[in-house]
């Protein structure tokens, strides 16, 4: 599977004016090839194809107005036209209906003023990592890069992004290695369920209890001064654009310790266990409640997407339950269903057996129960075997039909 590998870059004052420089050139091809598209929809002509598109550099160069578009690499303005199809493959796809998840719109024409760029390099661009370490982009030079680990194997690719905080960084494309994944992370009896929540980030059929950091609760006061600062500023002076960056880098601070944190625990996760169980939650219903804030700071979705990654690089098994699934009413020792309970209730009896509940604990060996990860009083699993979630694989109340049916 092919996973990216990020990294700082410091580049010096020349380098982040070419830098500019290649932003801008590939901002100008997207929206000219953008335009092209518009231009032929409007007049109901056919769309002009990649080969035709490509007309938007080699002719372009040769104009007055375009003529500066020759002072940045030619794979940087190519990847930027590759951008243009794939968004209206996206776009298309959506329409028909062949293109899982929210709808896409139609490609926007990108902004000067937008705080993130980014720009690709392929292999054809001749880039390298020079001896001593550096970055080597063709027409910016050798750039610094702050190495936090080695690249398991050659990168295919290397887009250098700008984000809204003022960063730069380059992620790397890797193909990893199936047996150096599998001598890494040797298999492991254990099995694991997991209830997310609020008051505990985590809480696992074992008993454990992961508190919730909760980031952004922690850096409000920050940002809202930070926040307060900047809406004194007058727009478009020098002091708003110096207020916005301390607004961003104060999110950037969180959104990067939120990202650590939910990097750490799922591969621990996967590390400690061959089968997980988790709940498919609805984030987007519960980003609509009164609880919305605390929702986006825990980040389930992101430690979500983590784990099922993670879970099919090492080979382990991820198992999602329907979020219909009723964990919090059903007695994890009898297994009678006692009815819906208020968030407030925390703690309660089965009116079946007398068993004293806690509610995320009880919820997290529900989980565990109905993605077919329990065991008999015997040692032998409920359900015959482990399969590997599927990635569209969403909403499913456990293990597939067919191998229940085995």
């Known amino acids: 599977m092919q996973l990216r590998y990020a990294f700082r870059l410091y580049p010096d004052s020349g380098q982040q004016a070419a830098l500019v420089k290649a932003f801008g050139c590939a901002r ?3 929206n000219d090839a953008v335009r092209a598209r518009e231009e032929a929809r409007t007049a109901g002509e056919v769309f002009p194809t990649a080969g035709e598109s490509r007309k938007l550099i080699t002719e372009a160069k040769l104009t007055d107005a375009r003529s500066w578009l020759g002072e940045v690499s030619a794979v940087v303005l190519q990847q930027s036209l590759r951008d243009v199809e794939a968004a209206y493959n996206n776009f298309f796809a959506s329409l028909r209906g062949e293109r899982k998840g929210t709808k896409t719109g139609a490609p926007r024409f990108k902004s000067r003023k937008d705080n993130r760029q980014a720009i690709r390099f392929t292999a054809n661009a001749r880039w390298s990592i020079t001896g001593s370490g ?6 910016i030079g050798a750039v610094k890069v702050k190495w936090s680990r080695t690249l ?3 990168p295919t690719s290397v887009t250098v992004i700008k984000d809204a905080a003022g960063r730069y960084f380059a992620s790397f494309v890797i193909d990893t290695d199936p047996h150096a994944d599998a001598a890494r992370m040797p298999a492991t ?6 209830d ?3 008051t505990h980030f985590a809480v696992l059929s074992d008993g454990t209890k992961i508190d919730s950091p909760r980031f952004l609760r922690r850096a409000e006061k920050k940002l809202k001064r930070a926040q307060r600062d900047l809406s004194r500023k007058q727009k478009g002076s020098r002091n708003r654009e110096k207020a916005r960056l301390k607004v961003a880098r104060a999110h950037a601070q969180v959104a990067d310790a939120r990202r650590e944190f939910h990097h750490q625990l799922s ?3 996967i590390r400690d266990n061959q089968a997980i169980g988790v709940e498919d939650l609805a984030v987007n219903g519960l980003a609509r409640t009164r609880l919305a804030k605390s929702v986006h700071d825990a980040g389930w979705s992101q430690f979500l997407a983590m784990l ?4 099919l690089r090492y080979g382990r098994t991820l198992v999602k339950i329907g979020r219909f699934e009723p964990t919090s009413q059903t007695c994890s020792a009898c297994g009678v269903k006692d009815g819906p309970k208020p968030l407030n209730v925390r ?3 089965c009116t079946a057996c007398g068993t004293l509940h806690n509610r995320d604990h009880n919820a997290a060996i529900n989980v565990k129960t109905a993605a077919g990860l329990a065991v008999t009083a015997c040692g032998a699993p409920v359900r015959p075997g482990l399969v590997p979630a599927q990635r569209e694989e969403t909403g499913s109340r456990g293990f597939p039909p067919e191998t229940c049916a085995a």
């Open 28 to 30: 100008v091809v997207f």
């Open 347 to 349: 703690e309660w009896t």
């Open 196 to 198: 997310l929540g609020l």
């Open 267 to 269: 591969t621990k996760l």
């Open 189 to 194: 009896g254990h099995t694991v369920g997991i």
């Open 134 to 139: 550096r970055l080597n982009l063709p027409k």
């Open 308 to 311: 099922e990654y993670k879970a």
């Open 152 to 154: 398991p194997t050659t």
